[in-house]
């Protein structure tokens, strides 16, 4: 899995989302709506899920950790460089 662009749209509001993410795996497959959110212990990033009543589910998520790291990365890192250049 090589992660082949990572867009982000910074959110302006004061809650503990920061950024919504889109990425593009392989030059083939895009995963919209990832959050970057602050947390408890930092910032981390949230996959997509939708609510139905009180229960949220996944709609889409890797599956081995190695995978979830490399896409948290990758998402993060473009977060950061975002920052920066709205400086």
């Not at 408890?40 to 229960?55: A, H, N």
């Not at 949220?56 to 896409?71: K, Y």
């Amino acid at each position: 899995m090589k992660i082949t662009d990572v867009r982000i749209q910074p959110v302006n509001h004061s809650g503990n989302t920061k950024a919504f993410a889109s990425v593009t795996i392989d030059d083939a497959f895009v995963v919209h709506n990832l959050r970057v959110v602050h947390g408890r212990y930092g910032l981390f990033v949230s996959m997509p899920f939708k609510k139905v009543g009180d229960q949220f589910f996944d709609i889409s998520h890797p599956i081995t950790a190695e995978a979830h790291e490399r896409l948290s990365q990758a998402v993060l890192q473009e977060y950061q460089h975002s920052l920066m250049n709205q400086i």
